[in-house]
């Protein structure tokens, strides 16, 4: 029997790998986001590898659109057996001494309230089926503080820690939720190579987390940027 990955925030460089290391698989693959043009085209392409998938437009934000997203995917291939959420910040991406209460909750609605929504709506269904995975996406500001990444680095970091308490919690249920955290540039010569680095986290049950890329690069570059200029 086939199972189901539905990506939310799929975009054409990491969301592609995904669904490419997932479809070559056997997995069906849902793809989920704003753009319903370049949905449409992300279908086509994984049609050309031999894998099925299927387009639902919604925005991220919007609460209805997306639970009904999730539910057109779940009707169109079956429950889904493994969620994978990574909507990319968008403006305004404010420093940390200019993030104010509407700058913080713009990035929370995205990268950590629709997370939330979207595992809310889908976890009763695993824990009923006994199995399966949540893979939420971070960003390495969740990791390492960067001013310039003030309200992003706020809602990565409550993201990537909600991840591992979920990891605890649903263990005992047969659920298996982690984090994945970027810190490299993702493009069309790594996403695949990244994909893979997805699917070795979902053969890997008892782990909370997959690190990509070089941590200390980045913790150099935020330690450039913060040093007082001559």
């Not at 057996?81 to 104010?100: F, H, K, M, R």
């Not at 960003?139 to 990537?160: D, H, I, K, Q, T």
């Not at 984090?179 to 680095?197: D, F, K, L, Q």
Request: net charge negative; hydrophobic share 45%.
């Amino acid at each position: 029997m086939h199972e189901n990955l539905v990506i939310v925030g799929a975009g054409p460089g990491l969301g592609m790998g995904v669904a490419r290391a997932f479809g070559k698989r056997g997995f069906r693959v849902g793809l989920i986001a704003r753009n319903a043009e370049r949905l449409a085209e992300s279908v086509r392409e994984l049609a050309s590898d031999g894998i099925t998938a299927s387009a639902h437009p919604a925005d991220v934000r919007d609460r209805g659109a997306l639970t009904g997203a999730l539910d057109d995917a779940q009707h169109e291939l079956g429950p889904i057996d493994v969620l994978e959420y990574s909507p990319g910040p968008q403006a305004p991406i404010t420093s940390a001494a200019e993030t104010d209460p509407d700058a913080a909750s713009a990035q929370f609605e995205l990268c950590a309230l629709g997370a939330v929504a979207a595992v809310g709506h889908v976890l009763p269904g695993m824990v009923a089926r006994g199995r399966g995975s949540l893979l939420l996406t971070t960003g390495v500001s969740s990791l390492v503080p960067a001013p310039f990444l003030g309200n992003v680095g706020m809602a990565m970091a409550g993201l990537r820690n909600w991840a591992h308490a979920l990891h605890i919690e649903l263990a005992s249920k047969g659920v298996h939720a982690a984090a994945v955290t970027i810190a490299t540039g993702v493009n069309a010569e790594n996403a695949s190579g990244i994909g893979e680095r997805y699917f070795e986290l979902y053969e890997s049950p008892e782990r909370a987390e997959e690190i990509i890329g070089d941590v200390a690069a980045f913790e150099s570059l935020v330690r450039s940027n913060s040093a007082p200029r001559p």
